[in-house]
């Protein structure tokens, strides 16, 4: 028999937060087919994860440069620029966070984000108070899909087994599942809220 479920855990990026490189790249590149190609083979999501993982962006950043020298004052970009790939709070989801909020639900963040870059998220969005607990990848040195930063919640108390997780990447719902969680892939917050009532979640 399945344990009632008691937490909701929420990823951050195109969760709660609109962030894409595609935001700041737009405005660097005139063609999209050539934006494209630069964060497929150059800045792509495999690149992005190791800062997420906890290696220095700076470091990350060098070593790019030097296999990619021609692109070297776009891959700063990444760095000095970073705030333009972040835009507003996605607010449905937002309300979601409130209302469960209001319900006395625990609430807790799981989100890959580089450490240095995360002061920046905690200045400009007010919303992150509301949660009881933030596990930031950057910070604990490990990235989801990795089994282990799942398990660091369980030192808030949180019964892996009687939570729910949020995450807009399939790879992370499997590996969130694999541990007994109850994973909800994200598409929009009209979705979601319907997934959270009929769990008994939301009220």
């Known amino acids: 028999m399945n344990k009632p479920l008691n937490t909701v855990v929420f990823d951050l990026g195109n969760v709660l ?17 050539r934006m494209e190609e630069f964060l497929r083979d150059v800045c792509s999501m495999d690149w992005i994860r190791q800062s997420d993982a906890g290696k220095p962006l700076a470091t990350c950043i060098e070593k790019l440069s030097l296999q990619h020298p021609h692109e070297a004052d776009n891959i700063a970009l990444f760095e000095t620029r970073w705030h333009e790939m972040m835009q507003e709070s996605i607010g449905g989801t937002l309300q979601i966070l409130e209302n469960l909020k209001v319900q006395g639900m625990p609430l807790y963040v799981l989100s890959n984000w ?10 400009r969005f007010d919303f992150l108070d509301l949660f009881d607990g933030l596990v930031i990848s950057g910070i604990e040195g490990v990235a989801k899909p990795d089994p ?10 949180v019964d892996l087994e009687r939570a729910a997780f949020i ?36 009220t």
């Open 17 to 33: 937060i609109d962030w894409d490189p595609r935001h700041l790249y737009r405005k660097v590149f005139d063609d999209t087919d």
């Open 114 to 123: 580089s450490a240095e870059t995360w002061p920046r998220a905690l200045e």
């Open 148 to 157: 282990e930063i799942y398990r660091r919640l369980e030192r808030f108390g």
């Open 167 to 202: 995450d807009d990447r399939a790879d992370n719902i499997h590996a969130a599942n694999a541990l007994g969680m109850t994973g909800f892939l994200f598409t929009d917050a009209d979705t979601l809220a319907v997934q959270l009532l009929e769990s008994g979640l939301l």
